[in-house]
């Protein structure tokens, strides 16, 4: 972890944390490097929580994010890979129907992100580190955008992406990809460029589990039928047209 974040303050994120989040919150900055540093990160799932009870989705204050790498390679998904886009998700009617591009009929971020609009939650495609910070790090800590959520992303990243978490008071359960994900700075490094020539894969236990705990937060009736995109982020529209 502290190689990660040595060599990032040379990059664009490194600077954008230390300025937005790291220097107006210098205690809970240097106390969220150390917590990250002690997180077991072995298992399956990993669980941050910078204060209160264990990570749990809370509707419309929880997100759930996953790196654009699981999107699929063949064929290949129609909204392109390294972005934050997804024609599937931001398509769904409001009846319900909807014809699946054969790209989409077996890809996790289309199945995830329609699960987790049943729990009422944000959906986020993550891409650069950069944007993380914009989109989901400074807008929970100078806000409250989000107080907690579930994440997938490369396990080289678990504990740079819990200061995150930590330093913005997320409570968050990291997944970790199980074959295809980043396994040091470099590959990181193109990847967060959006250079990643391999489709990653979550693995049945975890996928498993991540189903387990969307199922588990789902509400009846659903709140909402679709999503609504504002900046990256994909919002359910609730039933009276607020999100």
Same mark, same amino acid.
């Given at each position: 972890?502290?190689?990660?974040?040595?060599?990032?303050?040379?990059?664009?994120?490194?600077?954008?944390?230390?300025?937005?989040?790291?220097?107006?919150?210098?205690?809970?900055?240097?106390?969220?490097?150390?917590?990250?540093?002690?997180?077991?990160?072995?298992?399956? /799932?990993?669980?941050?929580?910078?204060?209160? $009870?264990?990570?749990?989705?809370?509707? @419309?204050?929880? !997100?759930? =994010?996953?790196? *654009?790498?699981?999107?699929?390679?063949?064929?290949?998904?129609?909204?392109?890979?390294?972005?934050?886009?997804?024609?599937?998700?931001?398509?769904?009617?409001?009846?319900?129907?909807?014809?699946?591009?054969?790209?989409?009929?077996?890809?996790?971020?289309?199945?995830?992100?329609?699960?987790?609009?049943?729990?009422?939650?944000?959906?986020?495609?993550?891409?650069?580190?950069?944007?993380?910070?914009?989109?989901?790090?400074?807008?929970?800590?100078?806000?409250?955008?989000?107080?907690?959520?579930?994440? /997938?992303?490369?396990?080289?990243?678990?504990? $740079?992406?819990?200061?995150?978490?930590? @330093?913005?008071? !997320?409570? =968050?359960?990291? *997944?970790?990809?199980?074959?295809?994900?980043?396994?040091?700075?470099?590959?990181?490094?193109?990847?967060?460029?959006?250079?990643?020539?391999?489709?990653?894969?979550?693995?049945?236990?975890?996928?498993?589990?991540?189903?387990?705990?969307?199922?588990?937060?789902?509400?009846?009736?659903?709140?909402?039928?679709?999503?609504?995109?504002?900046?990256?982020?994909?919002?359910?529209?609730?039933?009276?047209?607020?999100?």
């Amino acid at each position: 972890m502290w190689g990660f974040c040595l060599r990032s303050l040379l990059r664009e994120y490194g600077w954008q944390f230390v300025r937005r989040v790291a220097v107006p919150h210098p205690l809970r900055t240097a106390r969220a490097v150390l917590a990250a540093g002690a997180l077991d990160v072995s298992g399956h /799932v990993t669980d941050v929580s910078p204060r209160g $009870p264990g990570p749990r989705l809370e509707g @419309a204050r929880s !997100i759930v =994010g996953l790196g *654009f790498c699981l999107k699929p390679m063949d064929p290949p998904c129609p909204s392109g890979r390294p972005n934050h886009d997804c024609l599937y998700l931001e398509n769904l009617p409001e009846s319900g129907g909807v014809t699946v591009p054969p790209a989409c009929r077996r890809c996790a971020i289309g199945e995830i992100g329609t699960m987790t609009l049943r729990t009422g939650a944000a959906f986020y495609i993550m891409t650069s580190a950069r944007d993380i910070l914009s989109d989901v790090f400074v807008p929970s800590l100078d806000r409250g955008s989000f107080s907690s959520g579930l994440f /997938v992303l490369c396990r080289y990243s678990l504990r $740079p992406f819990a200061v995150g978490l930590l @330093a913005s008071g !997320i409570r =968050g359960r990291l *997944f970790s990809f199980e074959k295809g994900d980043c396994q040091d700075y470099r590959t990181w490094l193109l990847a967060d460029r959006g250079l990643k020539d391999e489709q990653t894969a979550l693995g049945e236990r975890r996928y498993r589990t991540v189903r387990g705990l969307l199922d588990a937060a789902r509400k009846e009736p659903p709140p909402a039928s679709r999503f609504e995109k504002r900046g990256h982020v994909l919002h359910p529209r609730m039933a009276d047209g607020t999100t």
